[in-house]
């Protein structure tokens, strides 16, 4: 009990009055045979002085982490326990209006927005590649171009290009704009725009493990982060790319033309009141990316109870052809308005990838966190 009332005491008081239930609530049924009780999340906003404005409250706890569904991919596995600390976390991606704020305060000067380095492209690169001219080198960013017809889909280049003069003001080149579009996801910023918006902004980037509790919502082991079935009366609740309306990755006009972000708090939020943890745009996490790290954890640990898990000390991923195994990667989470169920399934919550820290894209942003305040 001594340890429940430190914890306690590290919390809001309005998380307090939540959180004391849960317990008494453990303490109770842990006296009788069965399972633990199923408590449903409250939502508990910040009120401005506990933490930021349009920031909830995510209790934390002992959650099943990845997946052993019939389609998660291997390194979603294997399931284990973890247990994770409470935190504040921003109820939506950091917006292009937000991250304009910073901006504008800072003149801070995005990746894509500068001139590549040839540092940091080559660890992504066979050895012996030699340094290309300097032309080649032009401030971009990666972008979805799609394609005019159906294609094989084992090879994404088919529908992705560096282009110049992409970056968070636009994202699809720049010919593109965010005109209107000041309440949607900031895309085009790389690992380190995001930490350097966290430290302007006074906050962090979350865990893997904690983003996944998070976008669990309190369903814990469901297969999406809205429950077991894609589709909830009759529509699929995040914006991901629906294949029954246009075959992936086809943008012609007659398919229908290119898809994009939504606006955030377009679709339902979850238990703890979070809005697009999948979907949408993919969200950058603070953990270097081991494509066997669950398997490590559960080698290390067995059935113990893993307590906060902040990821590995380097990176690992052998199933990415022409990229060293060893390359640098940061662990993106949640998937984006370009997965759907023929090519990319990740808007499920155990889902996971690596990406180059210093690759900016059109479909990845992020959301932060914040501890609470010990008082």
Not at 85 to 97: E, L, P, Q, R
Not at 258 to 272: D, I, L, M, Q, R
């Amino acid at each position: 009990m001594k340890l429940i009332s430190k914890r306690l005491a590290t919390l809001p008081t309005i998380a307090l009055v939540v959180v004391a239930s849960i317990v008494v609530a453990l303490l109770i049924y842990s006296q009788v045979d069965g399972p633990p009780p199923i408590v449903t999340p409250v939502v508990i906003q910040s009120d401005g002085k506990n933490a930021p404005l349009n920031m909830v409250w995510v209790p934390g706890g002992e959650f099943l982490m990845g997946s052993e569904y019939k389609k998660a991919m291997a390194n979603e596995k294997p399931v284990h326990r973890v247990n994770i600390s409470g935190f504040w976390m921003d109820k939506t991606h950091v917006t292009n209006d937000q991250f304009a704020e910073f901006i504008k305060a800072t003149n801070y000067l995005t990746t894509a927005e500068q001139i590549p380095s040839w540092d940091t492209i080559k660890v992504q690169l066979p050895p012996g590649i030699p340094k290309p001219p300097a032309s080649v080198l032009v401030p971009g960013a990666m972008v979805f171009v799609g394609t005019q017809d159906e294609v094989s889909l084992n090879d994404y280049s088919q529908w992705w290009a560096y282009v110049p003069g992409a970056n968070w003001r636009h994202p699809n080149g720049p010919e593109s704009n965010i005109k209107g579009k000041g309440n949607h996801p900031v895309v085009q910023v790389s690992y380190q725009d995001a930490l350097e918006y966290a430290e302007w902004v006074g906050k962090r980037l979350p865990s893997e493990a904690e983003w996944e509790f998070a976008a669990r919502g309190g369903l814990n082991q469901a297969t999406y982060a809205w429950g077991d079935q894609l589709e909830s009366d009759g529509k699929i609740p995040a914006n991901i790319w629906d294949i029954k309306k246009q075959t992936f990755p086809v943008i012609s006009p007659k398919a229908g033309g290119a898809v994009s972000t939504s606006a955030v708090k377009t679709y339902p939020k979850n238990g703890y009141g979070l809005y697009d943890m999948t979907g949408n745009a993919w969200q950058w996490v603070s953990d270097w990316y081991r494509f066997d790290y669950f398997a490590i954890q559960v080698r290390q640990n067995g059935d113990n109870l893993i307590i906060n898990p902040r990821g590995p000390n380097q990176s690992y991923d052998p199933t990415e052809p022409g990229v060293p195994s060893n390359a640098p990667k940061r662990v993106i989470r949640g998937g984006s308005f370009l997965c759907n169920e023929s090519y990319c399934q990740s808007y499920r919550p155990s889902a996971r990838r690596g990406s180059d820290p210093y690759s900016p894209m059109s479909h990845l942003g992020f959301r932060l966190v914040k501890d609470p305040v010990i008082q």
